[in-house]
């Protein structure tokens, strides 16, 4: 370069030198100034879309990309990195056409598939997910990035056993990445397993301690064992490194109360100008993170704006249509007829151990399942996929195969129960209100609590989440209304369908204002002695993986029922989707009166045990 300062090959190599030493910004403006000097080298056009995607500029990526195909059209790694920008920028259908070219111009390489894979994770295309990698497997058995996607494919298909394996063979081939040992310990977070995940992403910060992400994981970690403190001080370290990163400000909005002033919320004001460029799921976490912070602050209007704006953001990623989710709910009402019920009485597993917890996300579930956990008698589990796992054993409920079912299932359920002792334990998955009928066919003696809250409430408190995975309907009001309109109807063939008393109504409303009464009238509904530790369900230090994990560790409070009237204005969308569909917006009361007989009852009756 001394001799030619605009020789674009010495630019293109020496920005990929910086590049490689991490100093990728450095790198963007040498690779500019090759496709400045030779306008057609597509190598360095593919390569500044390498760079701008490492700086997650997604945007300026796709644009940088499409010129390197445009003058060399069989370039696999242009058409991959395309896919790459148009993934992150929410753009599916396109990031899957161009992967798919990749993929084709280079069959034997992994790189394609690694990108496709990417996409149909995010469509939730799993099957075909799995099918990509297998044949990355094919061609790179010793590539150590083919076995942390692949588990990332098992994760969500409920293989956690495998996904785990697959993850201990990539450290097997390559130890000193962090990023592996990160992957590890998100898969043992899934799994349930906080101390091997703490000591997976320990290790993974002892690999490289300036690790933002790696750091975001710890947090999250600490985060879900109820450790707020010490999950702000570690999202702190990681915003020292990365001052940009919105995921670790949304990191920071989930335990940190924000005032008026705010130098924090100062920050990500003035990022949210900029985060756009990052793609959509930036965008998103930030805008979520901004309402949580305008909330605290009291400004409402304010709030509000950048939860619409967070949830129009997510709506437009994920991969959900009201019209083919319809049927599944109908298919299993025309399934589930009383008389098929009847033919499957008494065929099931006899145990009384599992809990079954149901009802809409966000309508009381965790703290249902806590006051319970709280009992020395009893285990909570959390939101199990074990009984999506039985289901894929078996092709169909039937006569013969119910005892297996249910049996099968107990088996896998006695796992979270290390001492072995427990009389009861919990299965929190709120979407299991969809299969009463099968769990009440497979395990009859299964105790079932169906979790009521005032729809109103529980819509908003849904569209407040900025979900993990899952609950797609919950970023656009006429689709929680929608959701909210099936639900209900689930519920009352199941009312229809099922033996009387086969599960338990409990309202949100009643519990907490009048706490002990449930509380009682719950654990006596579950057969267990009353125990006076189920008063402070707050004080376990068990792990929540769910969105409820900061709600938990707070006493019993009153301030969210008629939450939503604080946005009344802003909620109109919703309130009309809602009368259009003929949902009250508030519940009856239906179950206090019942509840008070039960605390009698249950305060005077002799021990008892099931």
């Keep these: ?42 190598d360095a056009h593919n390569n500044l879309a390498t760079c ?3 700086l997650s500029r997604f945007e300026e990526a796709v644009t940088a990309a499409r010129y390197a195909v445009s003058f060399q059209p069989t370039h696999a790694g242009a058409y991959g990195n395309m896919s790459i920008a148009l993934r992150e920028l929410g753009f599916l259908a396109e990031a899957e056409n161009a992967a798919q070219k990749s993929v084709a111009l280079r069959p034997d390489d992994p790189e394609g598939y690694l990108d496709l894979c990417d996409v149909l994770l995010m469509a939730d295309r799993y099957d075909e997910a799995e099918a990509a990698m297998n044949h990355a497997m094919d061609y790179a058995p010793e590539e150590p990035r083919v076995y942390i996607k692949l588990a990332s494919v098992l994760e969500r298909l409920l293989r956690h056993d495998e996904a785990i394996a697959l993850l201990h063979k990539a450290i097997k081939l390559n130890p000193e990445n962090p990023v592996t040992w990160q992957r590890l310990s998100t898969a043992q977070f899934m799994a349930n397993d906080m101390g091997a995940a703490m000591d997976s992403i320990e290790e993974a910060l002892r690999l490289k301690p300036d690790f933002a992400s790696g750091l975001a994981a710890k947090a999250n970690i600490l985060q879900s064992l109820g450790k707020t403190k010490e999950s702000a001080r570690i999202v702190r370290q990681g915003l020292k490194l990365s001052p940009h990163n919105p995921f670790l400000y949304y990191s920071l909005s989930q335990v940190k109360d924000f005032t008026p002033g705010d130098k924090d919320m100062k920050a990500m004001v003035a990022l949210a ?39 129009d953001l997510r709506r437009k990623m994920v991969p959900y249509d009201a ?12 399934t589930y007829t009383k008389k098929f019920v009847r033919s499957l ?14 009802g809409m ?15 020395p008698d009893a285990v909570g589990a959390g939101e199990l996929h074990d009984l999506s796992i039985v289901e894929k054993m078996f092709d169909n409920v039937t006569p013969d195969s119910a005892r297996k079912m249910g049996k099968a299932y107990v088996d896998r359920l006695r796992r979270y129960d290390p001492s072995g002792k427990a009389l009861r334990i919990t299965d929190k998955m709120p979407g299991n209100f969809m299969r009463l009928g099968e769990i009440t066919s ?39 209304a929608q959701q909210q309109r099936w639900y209900l109807d689930m519920m009352d063939h ?22 002990e009464t449930q509380a009682r009238l719950l654990i006596d509904f579950i057969g267990l002695d009353w125990h006076p530790a189920c008063l402070a369900p707050h004080k376990q230090k068990r792990a929540i993986l769910t969105a409820s994990k900061m709600q938990v560790i707070r006493p019993v409070y009153t301030s969210s029922v008629k939450g939503w009237k604080r946005y009344e204005k802003e909620l109109k969308p919703l309130i009309s989707a809602l009368k259009t569909l003929d949902i009250p917006l508030e519940n009856k009361k239906t179950v206090t009166k019942k509840a008070s007989t039960v605390k009698k009852k249950a305060a005077s009756s002799k021990p008892r045990r099931k």
């Design 323 to 334: 019209k083919t989710a319809e049927p599944y709910f109908k298919n299993i009402r025309k």
């Design 1 to 42: 370069l001394e001799h030619d300062p605009q020789n674009p090959q010495a630019l293109n190599n020496l920005a990929n030198a910086l590049r490689d030493m991490g100093r990728a910004e450095e790198a963007e403006p040498l690779y500019r100034r090759a496709v400045s000097a030779d306008p057609a080298y597509a």
């Design 494 to 515: 199941w009312r229809n369908v099922l033996p009387p008393q086969s599960f338990l109504e409990f309202d949100y409303e009643d519990t907490v204002g009048d706490f």
């Design 273 to 311: 100008d900029k985060v756009g460029k990052q793609g959509h799921q930036a965008a998103t976490a930030l805008h979520f993170a901004l309402f949580k912070a305008y909330e605290d602050c009291g400004q409402d209007r304010k709030a509000f704006e950048h939860l619409k704006i967070g949830n």
């Design 345 to 358: 009485a008494d065929k099931g597993y006899k145990s009384e151990l599992p809990v079954f917890i149901v």
């Design 442 to 480: 497979i395990l009859p003696h299964a105790k079932i609590i169906h979790c009521r809250r005032s729809a109103m409430d529980t819509l908003l408190s849904c569209y407040k989440q900025n979900f993990a995975r899952g609950q797609y309907w919950s970023y656009n009001m006429e689709e929680l």
């Design 361 to 375: 996300p966000r309508s009381g579930t965790t703290l249902t399942e806590q006051i319970i956990a709280a009992h």
């Design 52 to 54: 701008l995607i490492e």
